[in-house]
């Protein structure tokens, strides 16, 4: 028990020392400083800060007129716009939730999400009007639905009662916004995907987002404006935070609709595009695009990438094209990226391939992090560092989220014990960095060996002719389940089954080597992310072997 001592008297808690924390505050102290400085680029389009800070005030305040008060949801649907930004400040800004939406979902899994967590206002971009008024007719809400009018959009007819110009129009430019009177106040609402069943609405405060926002800046070696490609979906864990981390350091956000290697390769000469993020599959498709795309791109760009982890051959292949890579780790429950490999002096005079190698590491905690430990999930001690034993990665701090929506038993469940549970399987390294082995539903168990499909894919990625590659369990009347490998050729490039398998028996352990071989294009999410279980389905009819 803590005695009481002489700091504990009449010493004030006010509004003088104990503002709640926010991300929203970013906005205001970037268009107080650097009014003239360029926030926003949009093909033609530019906006300066003052300009973004007053068009998100126009936002909260049309918001406002609509009746939109404190713990009201309101969803979006667009790609990354500059009304996707806008509504990153605008839509909490009233003290509303933001839900942005993942855009390559279904209609009825976005009518799902529309109707649980009860959004009462929808920005629609064009291009996905055809699916959002599907989803609004299968949801039956009575939905206040504004169409995002972007010039770079595809023609669509309107589905909503207003145009997002004309919306903004009608608010108050000079629009005060409410203080925020609980920091642990709910920000944002995102769904993790449903590979079965419904997906779970991750619900995080303003807390959080302010505190994983700069721990962005931490991880990356940030520094003050910053130019940044939006090449990782606005929707995914809010961008990991980046709408707000860009804006604390009165960045400019450079929106792209699409994710495409001749648009990024464009963009990041003419604009002097300094970072961006981006799932492994995306460096994926920038090493293997066309040299005249690559050609005169400037030195010294930094890319986040986080998920599974690069290969090593991809991770050498854009260092040598002068792109330095951070590899982070995260998930929704956690703001996106919370896990860095922190890089140090030393590892540079290490051999390349080896250096991919550490990379390719999740690493340890964001400075923002209390705790990130690899645990017995039946016991909770934490596993040896011996970059063997596998145990579950487990987190603990402000940068968990408060819960799922409306699902306590989920909720209790996965912070049982006084901790975050990820579902992912890792080893810890004498050195403390984490490493990721696998999903704990992807890990293969063959003859009561555990295979990790990370281990496999990393081999496979190795042959030359192999521009993607997964690998999942297949039944197997012996030995359980055996590896399967799924895999996408680069162009002009021909490797037979048999080729692939005696590759793998070279460069792996005999009973991790894949059964089965597939050839075929990986089924992806929006976010980039190879669908597993896709592929576990599609394993499941080969049968065994």
């Known amino acids: ?94 003290g509303a939730v933001l839900n942005t939406i993942n855009t390559r979902l279904d209609a009825s899994a976005i009518a799902f999400i529309l109707d649980h967590g009860e959004a009462k206002v929808l920005l629609v ?68 995907s449903g590979t079965t069943g419904n997906p779970k609405g991750v619900v995080t405060h303003h807390r959080g987002a302010y505190l994983n926002a700069i721990g962005n800046m931490m991880a990356w070696g940030m520094t003050p404006n910053p130019v940044y490609l939006w090449t990782l979906p ?16 009165c960045g400019t956000h450079v929106c792209l609709r699409k994710v495409d290697p001749e648009a990024i390769y464009t963009l990041m000469k003419t ?28 030195s010294g760009i930094k890319a986040m990438t986080a998920g599974a982890a690069p290969p090593a051959a991809v991770i050498e292949t854009m260092e040598g094209m002068g792109i330095a890579i951070t590899h982070t780790y995260g998930l929704t429950e956690v703001y996106g990226p919370c896990v860095v490999c922190a890089w140090h002096d030393e590892w540079d005079d290490l051999p390349m391939d080896q250096q991919a190698m550490l990379k390719a590491r999740q690493g340890v905690r964001y400075s923002v992090v209390e705790g990130l430990e ?62 990721i082995r696998d999903r704990s539903k992807d890990i293969i168990i063959s003859g009561g060996e555990n295979i990790s499909t990370i281990e496999v894919e990393s081999t496979l990625f190795k042959h030359p002719a192999v521009l993607e590659a997964a690998v999942v369990a297949k039944p197997d009347d012996h030995w359980g389940e055996t590896p399967c490998a799924f895999v996408t050729l680069k162009a002009g490039q021909s490797v037979t089954e048999d080729e692939i398998i005696a590759f793998c028996r070279e460069n792996m352990a005999k009973f991790k080597v894949p059964r089965a071989v ?18 576990r389905e599609r394993a499941k009819i080969l049968g065994s072997s």
């Open 1 to 94: 028990m803590i005695q009481p001592g002489i700091y504990d008297t009449d010493l004030d808690q006010s509004s003088a020392n104990h503002e709640p924390l926010s991300p929203i505050s970013f906005l205001r102290r970037a268009a107080e400083v650097y009014p003239d400085r360029v926030a926003v680029v949009h093909g033609p389009v530019l906006y300066t800060y003052a300009e973004l800070y007053q068009r998100c005030r126009r936002l909260a305040s049309a918001l406002t007129n609509l009746g939109i008060v404190a713990g009201d949801t309101v969803a979006v649907l667009a790609p990354n716009i500059p009304a996707h930004l806008e509504a990153h400040f605008g839509v909490p800004m009233t």
């Open 125 to 192: 971009d064009p291009e996905l009007s055809d699916i959002a008024r599907a989803a609004l007719e299968e949801s039956g809400r009575n939905i206040f639905v504004v169409d995002i009018d972007d010039a770079l959009a595809p023609d669509a007819d309107p589905i909503g009662k207003i145009f997002y110009e004309a919306f903004l129009g009608s608010g108050d430019p000079n629009y005060v916004c409410p203080t925020i009177a609980d920091e642990w106040q709910a920000i944002s609402l995102c769904y993790t």
């Open 234 to 249: 606005m929707f995914h864990c809010n961008g990991w935070c980046f709408p707000w981390t860009i804006t604390a350091l």
């Open 271 to 298: 604009e002097g595009v300094t970072h961006f993020c981006g799932a492994p599959t995306v460096l994926n498709m920038l090493v293997n695009a066309p040299g005249e795309q690559r050609a005169g791109l400037q």
């Open 374 to 435: 690899v645990m017995d999930p039946e016991t909770m001690e934490s596993v040896p560092t011996d970059g063997k034993t596998i145990g579950e990665v487990m987190f603990r701090g402000n940068v968990v989220m408060k819960g799922y929506l409306k699902n306590p038993r989920a909720t209790q469940e996965s912070l049982k014990g006084g901790w975050f549970h990820s579902g992912d399987l890792a080893v810890k390294h004498p050195d403390g960095y984490v490493e």
């Open 518 to 535: 597939v050839f075929d294009d990986l089924p992806k999410t929006s976010t980039g992310k190879i669908q597993k279980f896709v592929l």
